[in-house]
C-alpha cells in the first residue's frame, strides 16, 4: 500500500508543467492561417474608406448640376463651371482632391493614387424627367477596391 501511495506522488509531480510543441504548432497555424485572411480583407476596407471620402467630396459638383438642371430646364444648359457655380451661389466650383471635371458631358473622373489602389472611379450624370442620377464605375479595380 505504501509503494502505491508513492507512485501517486510521483505523478502528481509530474503533471504538466507547459505546453506540448505539437499545441503550440496548432496554435501558430491557426494564427497564421486568420492573419492571412484578416490582413488583405482590413487593407480592402481602409481603401474603400478612402474612396469613400473622395467620392463624398464631389456633393457639392452633383447638387450644383442637379440646381442648374432644375432653373435651366435640364442638364443640357449647364456646360461650364461658371453656370454651375452662379446657380449655387459659389465663387468658384470646389475642384475635388485627385478629380477632373468635364462639364460638357457632366463625368467626374477620379484617379487613385497608391493608397486609393491606383483606380479610376468616373461618376457619369443622367437625367431622367425628376432627377440627375449619377452613374459609378470604377473599371478593372471593381467593388472589392473602390466600394464603387
Do not use: H
Amino acid at each position: 500500500m505504501q509503494q502505491r501511495v508513492q507512485q501517486m506522488k510521483k505523478l502528481g509531480r509530474r503533471v504538466q508543467k507547459g505546453f506540448t510543441l505539437i499545441e503550440l504548432m496548432i496554435v501558430v497555424a491557426i494564427i497564421g492561417i486568420l492573419a492571412a485572411i484578416a490582413i488583405p480583407q482590413y487593407q480592402d476596407y481602409v481603401t474603400r474608406a478612402r474612396w469613400s471620402d473622395v467620392i463624398a467630396q464631389t456633393a457639392p459638383l452633383k447638387m450644383a448640376v442637379a440646381n442648374c438642371a432644375q432653373q435651366n430646364n435640364g442638364i443640357a444648359n449647364c456646360t461650364d463651371a461658371a453656370t454651375l457655380a452662379s446657380v449655387v451661389g459659389y465663387a468658384s466650383m470646389p475642384n475635388p482632391a485627385n478629380a477632373t471635371v468635364d462639364y460638357a458631358t457632366k463625368v467626374i473622373t477620379m484617379t487613385g493614387t497608391n493608397q486609393l489602389a491606383n483606380c479610376t472611379v468616373t461618376l457619369t450624370a443622367n437625367e431622367t424627367p425628376n432627377a440627375i442620377q449619377w452613374t459609378a464605375s470604377s473599371g478593372a479595380c471593381g467593388k472589392s477596391k473602390t466600394g464603387v
